[in-house]
């Protein structure tokens, strides 16, 4: 290693010295890995090199939703060439359940199956196509049990997951009873399919003394290394996970890329090869649960003015067979069920509601959406039996000043910019003109009707779960000035990655170029938080940009040593660092602190302060902050097909002061089209035996192209820095902006209300699909 790197001349000093740090926090910057996503050099678990004696895993899935198991004969299987083995619960030397939260989720069923599309075997072959046509073969006697596949009959039933529980503040059902007016209701909102580009995927190679190095697509990395060491039954330090980068996650690969790393980690324990598990995308819709669908009910007094005055809402979710992070989820939907409104009065209960269908779990939103689709439906309903603009109702019932700024858990919505987030975007929308125009063009039109809805999101941030509001990084320099990054994130195509080496970039004053983010280990930052709750760049950031000023605070201190100056003397800019008489590249400071036996490495933690909250008492602070939005949609309805256009869409959202204004314009963009297609035309549909029959593309639509608004403009809110010390002032943009999609379903339901003079509610299930948009025309002729 050489100790006398080449200085920079005089004149290059002063060109690095004047020139602007290019990329670090708050520039836009494009995404680490975009030239290698769009050229296919990116690498992907897929993508890796094979391994020798690498096997191929396949699994065999349940044809029924509940049912017991006979028999099984696997005598077929093995006739077929490059088979090595079939692996069942008998071949776990471990824990057979892999329950991220409490017991009930097998690794593969044993006696009984509890939906259609559990694993019950895996094969193991040379080939991926040997494995899949042995998968075929094997033949599973059943005796077929009654299924639970309706939310409501299960309701009905009291068949939970966990208790039901509540949130609750003053008399609801006495305020109710006083209400000046009242209406009640129900509708169901649909689930969601994930739909990454990659699909569930994981590789393990086995290794010295029982270990296993493990390459997952996950979003938790520290929950697969746990769970494949409890499958194995060996410590957690025998299991290396390794993490570069998912090609999409949107919370399906938080607890259920587990079990597939634990498959392919079993079969290479068990053979001695290395294997793989990568699925089908009709196996992996089939085997993986969705968005939660919630059923709603709800009954709600308010006053001539539209002010709400009781409210009583069940938020029921279908939960599948397990309860994987249910409890969580509907917990965040009773947490956002207010949206951005003061409920007064209220009751809300959330029943966790267990159906034979695969366990559902996190998705973009964590039930925050659910919640917020509730309180919006309320709002337009009130509207329309008012006869007032749905916006109007919905700024009368802001939250306010006073007792209005306290939410039905309790906690003070503080630094509430909503109303000027309104303002700003009823202005830059002209609201109130299109307003008018749309009501002209309806008068005249009797088939195409025009929808308009303006939205607001108020979103908590935060893991509910305060254990989780904390993560850890590793920065490594090196005597050349580069820098290795190391953070417990998960790069899923979000931009993680970029704005944690702007942050760190920014506290060296280097250039973002010189620093390497490496893959995300559990060997080099153990214990980690999933990726999830918008809270990438918040923990791993802050964590990172501590571990990046203990490094600095280190060469400061060897350089007023060496230099016999004051720490205010020493100035880092833009790769240059500067003492009284003398200016050094980072380079030579970070050879100079080798030669001076200064470490060059250092780790960083971070944890949120002030999160506390009381589940038994329904009271606390479960949020650190919120982050705050608005959407203006407009849509053009064919009343006699259903068939809808989205027309134009006006954005403001609040990320305070932007990491990265491209890449939150991005998840803007991004999470405003993935809401709006939740719901409108991502059905889910199973058969009367349980069966997914939406489990493919053919079957299955995710917005398009073709489906984002031609007119489509997103501005971010400006000059309104987060108050909570986040790193620089940062707010999270990853769930926020999904909920602006609420603007389109609203316009739906506007334009379908304009059939009828909008004297009637149409009350539309989600997805608003053109069918339940045709039936709800024909509902109010």
Not at 305 to 320: K, R
């Amino acid at each position: 290693m050489s100790t006398n790197p080449v200085r920079l001349t005089e004149q290059a000093l002063i060109e690095q010295f004047s020139r602007e740090l290019n990329g670090g926090a708050g520039r836009s910057r494009k995404h680490e890995s975009a030239d290698k996503q769009v050229s296919g050099k990116a690498e992907y678990i897929d993508d890796k090199l094979t391994l020798p004696g690498l096997l191929h895993l396949c699994p065999v899935l349940s044809e029924h939703a509940h049912a017991k198991i006979l028999n099984i004969d696997i005598s077929e299987c093995l006739t077929i060439p490059g088979v090595v083995r079939v692996f069942s619960w008998r071949d776990v030397p471990g824990e057979l359940d892999i329950g991220p939260l409490a017991p009930g989720d097998p690794l593969f069923a044993r006696d009984v199956v509890e939906y259609h599309g559990q694993v019950v075997l895996t094969l193991a072959a040379d080939t991926q196509e040997a494995a899949r046509a042995a998968a075929q073969l094997a033949k599973i006697d059943y005796e077929i049990l009654e299924p639970i596949l309706d939310v409501e009959e299960a309701l009905k039933r009291e068949n939970y997951v966990e208790a039901p529980h509540t949130h609750q503040r003053g008399d609801a059902r006495g305020a109710l009873a006083a209400a000046e007016h009242r209406i009640q209701g129900a509708f169901h909102i649909g689930g969601q399919e994930h739909f990454y580009l990659e699909g569930q995927i994981a590789m393990v190679q086995p290794g010295e003394d029982g270990s296993v190095t493990v390459w997952s697509s996950t979003q938790h990395p520290t929950e697969v290394q746990k769970l494949v060491a409890s499958v194995l039954g060996v410590s957690m330090n025998k299991v290396t996970v390794d993490m570069r980068r998912m090609g999409g996650g949107f919370g399906g690969k938080e607890t259920q890329a587990a079990s597939f790393a634990c498959h392919a980690a079993l079969a290479a324990i068990l053979t001695g090869r290395p294997a793989k598990m990568r699925l089908s995308r009709r196996d992996d819709m089939r085997i993986t649960g969705k968005r939660h669908p919630f059923f709603v009910r709800y009954d709600v007094g308010f006053t001539g003015e539209g002010i709400l005055n009781g409210v009583i809402i069940d938020l029921a979710a279908n939960c599948g067979y397990s309860l994987d992070l249910s409890g969580s989820i509907c917990d965040r939907a009773m947490f956002h069920a207010d949206n951005a409104y003061y409920l007064g009065d209220v009751l809300i209960t959330g029943y966790r509601c267990r159906t034979n269908l695969a366990s559902n779990t996190a998705y973009r939103g964590f039930g925050g959406p659910q919640g917020m689709v509730a309180i919006e439906q309320i709002m337009d309903h009130i509207a329309r039996e008012l006869g007032l603009d749905p916006l109007e109702v919905r700024k009368r019932n802001y939250y306010g000043e006073a007792e209005r700024n306290v939410t039905h858990y309790h906690q003070k919505v503080e630094h509430n910019i909503l109303p000027e987030i309104t303002r700003q975007l009823e202005q830059s929308a002209g609201y109130e003109m299109r307003r008018a125009e749309i009501a002209a063009f309806n008068r005249q039109s009797p088939v195409l009707k025009r929808g308009l809805s303006l939205t607001p999101v108020k979103f908590g941030i935060s893991f509910t779960s305060s254990f989780l509001n904390q993560a850890g990084a590793l920065i490594v320099i090196y005597t050349d000035g580069t820098v290795q990054l190391n953070h417990g994130g998960t790069e899923m195509g979000q931009g993680l990655n970029t704005k944690v080496a702007q942050i760190v970039a920014e506290v060296l004053q280097i250039q973002p170029e010189q620093i390497q983010v490496c893959a995300t280990s559990t060997g080099k930052v153990p214990n980690t938080s999933p990726t999830a709750a918008s809270s990438g760049a918040d923990l791993n950031g802050k964590a990172a940009e501590m571990a990046a000023i203990t490094i600095k605070q280190r060469l400061v201190e060897m350089l007023t040593r060496l230099h016999h100056c004051e720490a205010e003397q020493v100035q880092f800019r833009n790769g240059v660092i500067k003492v009284p008489g003398h200016h050094f590249s980072f380079a030579e400071v970070a050879n100079m602190a080798w030669l001076n036996q200064v470490p060059l490495s250092a780790t960083g933690f971070y944890k949120v302060p002030g999160i506390h909250y009381d589940r038994a008492a329904g009271r606390g602070q479960p949020f650190y902050y919120f982050s705050w939005g608005a959407a203006c949609s407009e849509v053009i309805v064919d009343t006699l097909t259903g068939e809808y256009r989205l027309l134009r869409a006006d954005i403001l959202h609040d990320v305070g002061n932007s990491l990265n204004p491209a890449l939150d314009i991005g998840q803007i963009e991004g999470g405003f089209v993935q809401g709006a297609g939740w719901l409108t035309s991502e059905e889910l549909v199973w058969n009367e035996k349980g069966r997914l029959m939406t489990d493919s593309p053919m079957s299955y639509k995710i917005p398009a192209i073709s489906d984002t608004p031609p007119d489509l403009r997103v501005n971010l809110l400006a000059n309104h820095a987060n108050p909570q010390q986040t790193v620089y002032r940062s707010k999270a943009v990853g769930e926020p902006p999904f909920m602006l999609g609420i603007s389109v379903w609203c316009a739906l339901q506007d334009a379908v209300a304009s059939v009828s003079g909008y004297q009637k509610h149409p009350l539309l299930d989600t997805p608003a699909t053109p069918e339940r948009v045709f039936w709800g025309c024909r509902e109010a002729i």
